[in-house]
Each structure stands twice: as C-alpha cells, then as structure tokens.
C-alpha cells in the first residue's frame, strides 16, 4: 500500500481510464510540413486543434489559501482557484492504488469563457503552483486576458500527494549537503556523511513507497498530464514546461503522441542529459546569474553587497563552510541567495532587500537570510521532489568521484561548484529507473523561451536541446531573453505576447529567433 504524508492523498479505489502512452491522433511534423491533410476538425494550417473542456473540475476559490502557503500576496484581479485529480498510481496498472493531484488556475475578469486553457508544470524545481503566482503577479499575466493558466503541482510535492518518507537527519544532511550544523569536518567526512544520509533515505523511502518508489519520475509526472487530458475531454493540450517542467512536457510529448498540441519549453534544462553533465551546466549558470545580480544590485546604486558583490556573497559561503554563519550551511546559504533571486520581483527594491539580507549576514546578523533559507527548503526540498528527481537520475555519480569535481569545479565556478558537485550524492543508494527516451517526433514546432540566467537550473539547456529537435524533425522558434530570474514567461510581457500568438491557429512564422527586452 502506498504510504503518503498527512491528509493530502487518499489511497483509493478503481480509476476508470488508462493513461499509459498511446499512438493518439497522427502526428504532424515540423508544424505541418509533409503531413497528410487535416481533418475537418483541424485547422486549416494543419496545426493541432486546442480547444476549451468539454467537461470541467470542480474549482473552488482558494487565492487566501495559496497565497498563504507560499507567502506571496495575492495578485490583484486575478482569481486563482483550486482543484483537484485523482490518478492511478501506476498509469500502467489504472485499477491500483491512485492519489490526488493539485491543480490551480489562473485567470482574469477578461479571460473568455471559452478560451483554452495552458497547463503548466515547473517539475520538481518548485511546486507549479508557485510558479502560477509568480506569472499571476508579474508581467506574464498579460497572457491570462486570452487563456486561463493552470498549474499541475508535481505528484510527490506537498500539495499532490505529499511524501513523508525521510528522518529529520537525513532531511538535514540533505538541506546542508552534509555539513548538518558540523563544520568541524573535512571534505571527505562530509560527503561520506552526505553519501550514508542518502542512502538510508534511499532505503527509508523505497521501504516506505514500495512498489511505487520508482513512480515519481517525469513519465509518471506526464501521466498525470494526460489524465488532466482525458479528464477535460479534449484531444490536445496546451503545454508550458518552466524548467525541469520542461522535460515533463517533453516526456508527455514523447509518451503521449500527438496529444501535445501546443508545446511551449521555458528555460528548459537539458532533457536526457546525464547526472555530471546536468550539474556541471547548472554550477556554470547560477554562477552567471549570480553574477548579473550583483551587477544590478550595484547599477541599482548603493547595492548594500558593496562594491564587489560577487566576493561579499563568497565570504558568506565562506562562512557557512567554515560554521560561522549562525547554523546556516553554505548549501543553505546559497540555496537560499539563488532562490530568492529566481522568485524576486522585477524591481529595483527587491533586489536592493535580497542583497540587504546577504550583506546583514555577512556582518553576523543571519536573521533574515534564515528566513530566506527556511522558504527556500520548503520550496525545493520536500521528499516528494528529492524522490521525483532521483528517480530521474541518469548516470549517477560514484562518491569516489566527487572530491576530484569539487576540486575542478570551483576553480570554474567559485561560488557555485562545490555545491553543484556535492549535491550529486543527494541520490545515492537510489536504484535506477527507466530513462524516458526523447520523442522521435512532435505534432507541432516547438515555442522557446531561452532565458539567460536562470538562477534554480542556470540555463543552457536550450542550446543543449539542438540535436532532440533534428531527431524530431521539427524547428523551434527561440525567444532569448537576458533578464534575472526564473521563468521568461513569467516575467516578460513580450514574451507573453509572442505565447499568446502562438497558441492561435496559424503558425508563427519567420524569424524563428527573436528576441525580448529585459
């Protein structure tokens, strides 16, 4: 039986539809090119026809709430509300155990009754209903006066089916990277720490989920899009995958043929890539984002990180490592700094009061980078999203090897590498799943959003996407965008445009890159 945390997931009776891959509908290549002739219902371009529900969830008001949960305010006029989904564990087995996913839309007083709605996922990075709010709240909202958003928080995290499967030291090994409030220790002894912390909740989890503690990855993740599919009775879905979410989108694409119909990849990471080679770009990105943070935060004038601000945040690292920053660990530290960055808004004082709480703890008062560390684990360190995401691992690191990456990569990437190299034991002891292969085709060219300093994945991984897309046979239009934070979508009302246009009727046409301003 599966066992899940609190009152979130009722382990239930009988589904009644399969939502393991199928051939769906015929798949359209490269926007059109060399398909067979539309169907009556298609439109006339050949692109996939989205459409509204035919049949409806029940949806309840829950802005209080979920502005609430993520300490956020509400955005005004906008209504969020809440619903939920249930779904067989197991898509492959529908008549098993199932749990409940959370859903949250997104929509303005001038959304059309009948406008198709976009489902987006942001993973296991944060929960995808915090990702909505932020969109809600920022320059992304433009896109809600045509198409309501709704976000499918991630099964595992807290509000779908939320996982209670690790001990309090091990969830502290994990938020430290095995440092847990020692910093009397030698690199060596950490990541053995590290390494047995993960391993025993590894075997914690897998006794505790067991037969399900291999069904957390992206294919699972995409099962669930597609009982959203099947739910709402349509034959295509609009997709938004931010981030990790972008692999998600990728596997119901390739799982579910033909059912994505518009297929939107905002700051995608690098999908199949293995374990290394992910940690490797994501040390070079952030490091970069950082990097642009302080050079705002000091064109802002009088940034309180002082002139140099990339060496203030490394004495504070510094300080974590060497247990002089009030209980915080380096990795919370940072984990802290890089989320606060990826979800401030785009303003001068959020910056300024993010660099205010780097600098207070530098000076030995750590309180209010404390609170940023405490949102950032309650954020990107539930169970559920430490679960989905080794069970995505591929090509996992042996712990002999770390050392040797530590050392290499913060000669790159200062403030960045050792913890990128660290957190790679975060999965030892996990068994391995089956990697989801990459679609051979796409019913639709791709939408997408390149941003350039993405401070949770560090961006790249569009570049990284080139040779899936030749594979697939399809031509993605690129939009970068040079602006701080996670999510171009979110934070970009050209970007919004250009998404708003591009799930209409007719293809979007030359050039396939663009660019926004940030």
Known sequence: MLALAAATVTVVGVSSCAVGPDTGPEVVHGGGGGAQAPSSSE???????????????????????TANRWNVDRPDGVSVQCADLTVPVNPYRPTGDTLTVALTRAAVADTPADAVPVVLTSGSDLPSSRTLMMLAAGPGRALLAEHPVVAIDRRGAPTSGELDCMTREERAAMRSNGLAGDAAVSQQQRIDRLAGSASSAAGGCTETLEPHQLDFGEAFAAADIEALRIRWGVDQLALVGVGEGSDVVLAYAGNFSGRAGRIILDTPTPFGANARDRAAARATGVQAALRTFTQRCNANGSCPLGADGTATIADVLAKGRAGDLGGLSDTAALSAITTAVALAPDRPAATTETAAAIAA?????????????????????????????????????????IPGLIDAWTKQNPLTGSDSALSLMRCNGWASSTPVNPPSALPVDPLLLDGANDPINGGGGAEALGGLFITAGTTPTTVSWDGLGYSVLARSACAADIVATYLGDEPLGPPTDRGCPS
Do not use: F, H, K, M
């Open 43 to 65: 439109a006339p371009t050949g692109l996939p026809p989205i459409e509204a529900p035919r049949n409806e969830l029940d949806w309840s008001d829950c802005a209080p709430q």
């Open 361 to 401: 703890a530098n000076r030995g008062d750590t309180r209010a980078l404390q609170t940023l560390a405490d949102r950032a684990a309650t954020l990107r360190l539930a169970d559920g999203q430490l679960v989905a995401r080794c069970n995505d691992v591929s090509g996992p690191v042996g712990q002999n090897e």
